[in-house]
Structure formats: C-alpha cells, structure tokens
C-alpha cells in the first residue's frame, strides 16, 4: 500500500514585507516525524511551487494516506480550501486533515463544515502519525473509522446523526519533549529554493509554545501556555550539520519566544563560544527577557557568536495598554532592552500595534513618541501593523463574545489580515493619524523603515464631520450585519 501523504502550507507570505519566502516549518516537522516512522512525505509550498495545483492533482491520482493542510488565520486559508476541493475532486475517499494555528483555533466550523475528516489542535506530530495509521485502514466516510478516531488525543472530528454533523473531541495530550523528536528534514524543502542572492536564510525552531499570556496572541490558545524546548547542545549540533550542509549565512530561530528561559540562551551561548559556528543568528525575544539576560552575560556575548538581529514585540507605548494586553512587560522595559542590543551592536526589529480595542487618542501618542524616541538609537528599525482580533484569544473573548461564531466560514477568516478584518475594521480618523506621524517619522529617518511597508490607509478617506467626530466607525461586511454579527 501507499505510504505518500501529501503536506500543503497555505502561506502566502503576508507579513513578509520584503517578499522573502517563509520556510512552512509547520509541515516540515510533521513530514520530517512522518518519514522518521516510514512514510513517504510530499511537501508543497505555494511560495516556491507556482504549479502547486497541478502537483496536487497528480499526487491525488496516486491516492496517498490523507491530505494534511496548515494556515493562519487569514488570506492562507484560501490555498488551503482550494488544496481540499482540488484533492476531492480526483477523489473522495482521500481523508483530508487540517491542522496549525487557525485549525485549532477553530476547529469547530472546520468540522461543521465538512472540510476535513481530522483537525489537529496545537502539535501534531503525534496526532499526524497515528492518523496515518488509521488512514491506511479507512478512507474518507469508511463506517468505523470514527472509532479509530477517538483513541487519538489533540484532534477534533465529525460525527453525522439525522444529517447533521456533531462536534467530537479526543483529550489533549502534553505537548512533545522535542528531544524526542526527530531533526527537521530539509532535504524535504529544498532549502536552495528559499535563499535570495546572498541571503541563505534557513528557519529553525527550537522550541513549541510560550508560557506567557499575552492577549492579542494566539500561542496560549495554541499550546496551553506549556513550553518545551530543545537542549542547547543538540541545538549547537544541528547548527553546524545545517551549516555543513546547506551553507546557510544566517539561522532564523522562528520560536515564538527564543528567550522564554533566559538561563538556555546564555547556556546557549556558551555551547556556541565552545563550538563556533560561520553563520549568523535572528530571532524573537521578550524585552524584558533581554534585560534579565544581561543580569546573567554581557549582550556583547550575543553578538560576538554572531547574534545579528532580534525581533522585539513593544506593541505599544502605554503602560495601561501593556498591562490590558496582559504583557507582563513595561515601556522602561523596551527603552532599556532596545539600547542594551543597540551598544552591543545588534540590530533590534521592533513591531507596533496601533487601534488596539479600548486606546484612547492619548495613548496612541504614547506610543508614537516611543517610536520617535527609538527611531535615533543605532541599528534600529520598526514595523507597524493594525490590531487584527485572532479568535478564541484573550481580548477577542473580552470584545467579541457576544457574537454566535458558528454562521462565520472558513473563508470569512480568510479575509481577515493586519489591515482590518471582517470583525474589526477599526476607526477610520484614528487609523489616519497614526499613518499621518509615521510618515512623517519615515521621512525623517527613512532607513528605520527602509524594509518595512507602512500601514495602508483605510479606504475610502473619511469625510471632514467624520474625523472630527470622534465617532467609532468599525465596520464589518455586510453578510455579517446581516447576519447580526456586527460588533457592539
């Protein structure tokens, strides 16, 4: 029998800016579990394979094990509706499983639906193997493969009573001590295929979930707030197989959080000043992770192991919205963090959120002085996004409970992005204020934002009376008005 399953990431490259491709580490870990256990993983990347729907289609005549589809919440999930109709169209009976950040933040509707016979929540390395397992039995509608289904933790599926389909849930299991598992496999991607010129740039995670609680963020939903992480020597160990082999010029750690324990970066550390590696390092740290780091190691220490870059989500400027937003962190924390990277020579990344729920005009003028504050350090840079609210997060149970998200398709996530979404469109005035001084900072201090695209204008402009009303002007789509889903 077949052992191919095929492996499709939705990525569509949203956040990437400067059009760089994303290496899709989400089905890069399951395909590289998969192969560990025997299969035969095929990988397909919209990003890289233009021709990916005619791929798709050929290796559904082949009839794998099952279909398995990643996305975030957001334009990705249109490459992965298209995956599922393309593959149901050759052929019915291929089970198909959704699985990354979107899927378990809402698996319900995906279900409901009828998209998939399996949904993944949070890793599913464990969960895609024994899935496999039973889809080598079963295909897609088998009477009995439902029983199968149950003994399988951390997935959601569907059961059909008097033609309706009924919500069934397996217990979560602890998320996977990722010593145990099996190295990425690149040669599953092809890294050649992501590198740019000059820039060889290989993404590498070293650990799953966060043990913070920020509200705006889906991970807590994602891993329950457990973290686990690899250990600092095997890190250093596939660092330098990665650099043997596909002679990268820099290692992207894409953790949600690198600096979640800070005592394993500076353990970290001091494994990679024992064994040198010739690449470069970036990755995503908490500010003040920063500054409890430098209690225990000079910041210079990053840099000399070739540390070049870190991703700092500041998010905002007031302290009150800090601590709405449930951050654990303060605006001395940022100040502090972003000068400490900057003498050591290290370039800090960081990322704003404007027209957040519940900030006044008067905050958002705080943050905007940080920005123009952090603009003058060296080796600064900032990015910009509007508030997007991800489902089943904090502040989206705070500002949206009231809504029956049961009427709202997959693909009415899809429309949601950092530039508005169906359930918060934002304040039109506001939005234009803030774009009005971040334009003017750009223009002051171009190279700050020389790779970062600024926030697109609300469209259309609003009138005069509007902008000086001060009136909330959220919108959503009129299916959703008419649905009554609009905001309060």
Not at 1 to 13: A, F, N, Q
Not at 130 to 136: G, K, N, P, T
Not at 363 to 373: A, Q
Request: glycine share 6%.
């Amino acid at each position: 029998m077949s052992k191919l399953i095929v492996l499709l990431d939705g990525v569509d490259g949203i956040t990437m800016e400067d059009g760089a491709r994303w290496m899709p580490l989400s089905i890069l870990t399951i395909g590289s579990y998969l192969k560990h256990h025997g299969y035969d993983p095929v990988l397909l990347d919209p990003q890289v394979h233009p021709d990916w729907k005619e791929r798709l289609a050929d290796l559904a005549a082949r009839r794998p094990v099952f279909l398995g589809v990643s996305c975030l919440t957001g334009p990705s999930i249109y490459n992965a509706l298209d995956a599922i109709e393309i593959t149901k169209a050759v052929d019915p009976t291929i089970p198909v499983v959704w699985g990354g950040y979107h899927a378990t933040l809402r698996y319900s509707g995906i279900v409901q639906e009828g998209l998939a016979d399996a949904v993944t929540r949070g890793p599913g390395e464990v969960a895609a193997l024994a899935l496999a397992r039973v889809f080598e039995r079963y295909r897609s509608g088998d009477p009995g493969m439902q029983d199968e289904l149950r003994d399988i933790p951390n997935i959601a599926y569907g059961s059909v009573n008097d033609g309706k389909i009924g919500l069934r849930l397996t217990p979560a299991s602890r998320i996977p001590d990722m010593n145990e598992l099996p190295p990425y496999d690149y040669s599953l991607l092809n890294p050649e295929l992501y590198y740019e010129g000059d820039e060889r740039v290989i993404l590498y995670s070293s650990s799953y979930g966060c043990p913070y609680a920020c509200g705006y963020c889906s991970e807590p939903v994602n891993s329950g707030r457990r973290w686990r992480a690899l250990d600092p020597e095997r890190m250093v160990t596939e660092i330098h197989s990665l650099v043997r082999r596909y002679r990268p010029s820099q290692i992207n750690f894409t953790d949600p959080n690198f600096s979640s324990d800070p005592r394993r970066v500076v353990t970290f550390v001091e494994e990679l000043r024992k064994r040198p590696a010739d690449v470069t390092f970036m990755g995503c740290m908490r500010a003040r992770d920063v500054v409890m780091i430098a209690k225990r190691m000079p910041i210079r220490h990053l840099s000399e192991i070739g540390w070049r870059r870190v991703f700092i989500g500041v998010e905002t400027g007031s302290d009150r919205v800090l601590t709405y937003l449930n951050k654990a962190s303060t605006t001395q924390d940022t100040y502090d963090a972003c000068a400490l990277l900057s003498e050591a020579g290290i370039e800090q990344w960081t990322s704003f959120m404007h027209d957040l729920p519940t900030e006044t005009e008067e905050e958002s003028e705080e943050t905007l002085r940080m920005c123009d504050r952090l603009k003058s350090l060296p080796h600064h840079h900032q990015s910009h996004n509007f508030y997007m609210p991800y489902p089943d997060t904090q502040l989206f149970q705070d500002e949206y409970a009231h809504l029956d998200l049961s009427k709202m398709r997959q693909v009415d996530w899809a429309e949601s992005s950092t530039k508005g979404s169906a359930l918060w469109r934002g304040r039109t005035a506001f939005r234009h204020r803030v774009i009005d001084r971040l334009e003017q900072m750009r223009d002051e201090v171009p190279e700050v934002y020389s790779r970062t695209t600024l926030l697109g204008r609300p469209d259309p402009e609003p009138p005069e009376s509007e902008a000086d009303s001060g009136r909330d002007t959220t919108v959503t789509y009129m299916s959703l008005i008419q649905e009554g889903l609009a905001p309060r």
